[in-house]
């Protein structure tokens, strides 16, 4: 196993995400408890030492079920990493509560990482807000009392959220967990995010290494072209060997669902393998492949001076990529949606194509508002 240095600690830089354990059924909250402890049994005795989970994963039943199977072991063995629910505005006002619960949960008398969870644009006022809500002021205090050993934050926010919470609150972030893999550094942007994080000295952990499975079923044609360079290498340790390029990174959290997923993680985190700069143009290539279809934008903004309705344009048109990529199980769309006011939003678009006169890339953005507005209704 690969371990990476955090302050004083050495850190697998496998994680093992507790977000999709395996189910004794279709319903998210009958987690198999016997296959899942023969996952964490294997992942222990390969020297995996972070464990991740959340109040929400599994509709709150994961932190129960890892609290137990993690009870078998010292608890200095491992490390356990849990988050505040920020993501709901219901929670906004119960973070002690909700913070006693998920130790009473787990099981445990501290957690060795605490994260301000899925900050976006939905949510940043929230935790910015010390007087209404405190959320910061009140994890800050746990972790002077030990309760938290190292807070930090995961984001799926855009820059301008990310840039003002980061400007509040960054000298008190250890860490910040990013959704990163080789299409998502320029189709999420996360190259912007890793920029300002190392600008900052803030090191990096890895959410969706393989975008929900993604990028571990890639198309023929995809294959083909990464066989023209290593044909006995499958899609997963293609999407490992590319954050195993960036220094940055820590750990890299798995959603394994299988003792065989593990098996496979396993392995390829037995050895540190980085891509070189040939490797890393065709995997870029892919990346461009999987992308295809996707509409044009630029980003430049010329279209945003035409609109009568003065959306946002670009950032509407990177959203109706991202669903349109990502499908039903898409979660960053809907999300950042609900963030706009709704007359911001892609159905106050009133097809009047006055954008498409200054577009240089000819995009019929009136056409392109109307699907994603249906797109999201459906």
Known sequence: MIY??????KISQLAMGCMRLPLAGKDQSRIDEGAARE???LAMDCGVNYYDTAFGYHDGESERVMGRILKDYPRESFFLADKFPGYDSKNWDKVEQIFELQLQKCQVDYFDFYLVHNLCEANVDAYLDEQKYGILPYLLKQRENGRIRHLGVSVHAE???????MDAYGEHMEFCQIQLNYLDLHFQRADEKLALLEKMGIPVWVMEPLRGGKLANLPAECMEKLATLHPQADAVEWAVRFLQSFPQVTTVLSGASTLEQMKQNIELFSEQKPLDERELSTLQEV??????????????HYCTKYCPRELDIPSLIQLYNQRALTGNGDFIAPMRLRA????????????????EEACPQNIPIAQVMDDFAKLMAE
């Open 39 to 41: 996952m964490v049994r």
């Open 4 to 9: 990476k240095d955090f302050q004083d600690l």
């Open 159 to 165: 820059m301008p959220a990310f840039q003002r919470f």
């Open 287 to 300: 990346a461009e492949m999987l992308t295809d279809g996707s509409v044009p934008c630029t980003a430049c």
């Open 340 to 355: 706009l006011e709704e007359e911001k939003r892609p159905s106050s678009c009133i097809g009047c194509h006055s954008c």
